[in-house]
């Protein structure tokens, strides 16, 4: 396994394989690497010739006060991760190789899509994303590139980039990997402290509630909501950021759930303390 | 030669050539060829195994009131060009094909190089061009695509764009082409009358007595572009919208030339009737 930190290195890496005829898996991440990656990883391993797993925190998908300074970041202990699933290459840039002094492209996807739910809270946020996971499809040239359905949002805005501007690659979409008592993966679940940790099994716990009550036929979106938001509000330190139920294909509001065909995403963020997780579900009906 | 109308088609026969090692020479264009965008073509045939010209008139890079409806087109006498040049592949889409319903992706170099000199009399208009710049990249996937000098703003912000998202390919730079009487080049040239194409000859006139004071050691760029505002306002028709003389690196402002080491970019933009005409020079000092 080789890592690889120059964009220049990794773009004539990249060119040498699509040559010699090798079909690319890229696997972007901010590191400190959960099992959820690895469902990422794993994915990617059985579906193309070589697998790229890119590593790095981009500072311009984070807010001003939010936790870009302290978003936990362990290298060595990622590499030992990735060396077991037989990655072929970390692509792993500093911040200074990415956005140079000067710095000053951006690719946005506008409207609902990116406005709504993580949209609303952290503005400029998804413009962030967009852009790196644009600059990173030009550095690594994937075939296909990987992303988890924890980012439910993320992964819908990023899906309607490679469209709309022609990517040459598919984007697979891996499902939510959950700790046992339910917890969504996540990087950010280091912050917790272990009262908290235990609080934030009721995310989980009420989405289920959320998406039984839409199976056993109730309609009224907003019903489904305060049954989640109620139960959210037993735990004494959960702040809601947004309970939302809407369309998932678009993200497009619904109010009456009687006429809808296709997914339903129930979606939420809640803060425990400074620490922000989200999480989803999706529902078939 | 063949015509392609569609992203998928278009990009499935990119990928093919790259599969057998060649390389794709690109030539964007809005179509409605002249002498200049030969010249690119010619250039683009030099140096690649395959080269395509694109042909589509973007709606998003015209603004509100501009030419948009009344762009000249004509298909049949561009295709008998193209032949002429061996091109391989005229890739001619819709733009419904380009811009679905709901499209919402966009792709924008921010800061000084977008605002001045057209972009402050053409709100959006670069936005439009680097969106569609990086949908025919991502569709045409040239290992070199070719601009025109004529263009000097766009092809500084291509480049730029280029750049700062690392798209895997070069720019090309290739000179103006000028009508034997000085002219520059431009499919709305087609717009003038006989009277109004006499007094544009002006705008040629007045960038080389702007490019001579400044090369017999004229250090004082106001009294430049007065020159060469003053020679402008001798036509009965001309109406300026900027004389401009910048860096010709990232065209930051300048006002003292005996510093400056590189490229001076002297550009100008003038109204004959309704029909904007651009033109520049660039001065080595």
Redesign the interface.
Known sequence: MEIIKT?KQM?SYS?EQ??L?KTIGLVPTMGYLHEGHIELVKAARKENDIVIVSIFVNPIQFGVGEDFDIYPRDLKRDSQLLEKENVDVIFNPEGEEMYPA??????????E?TTKLCGASRPGHFRGV??VV??LF??C?PDKAYFGQKDAQQVMVIE??VK?????LTIVRVPIIREKDGLAMSSRNTYLSDELRKEALLLNQSLIKGKQAIENGEKDVEKVKKLIQDYIKTSPNANIDYVEILSGEDLSDLSDLSELKGKILIALAVKFGNTRLIDNQLVEV
């Open positions: 964009i773009q060119r699509q040559r005829g000067g710095y000053n492209t951006f690719v946005e996807v506008s409207g899509i967009t852009t644009s600059k030009n550095t040239l309607k980039m709309e501007l022609n990517f040459p």
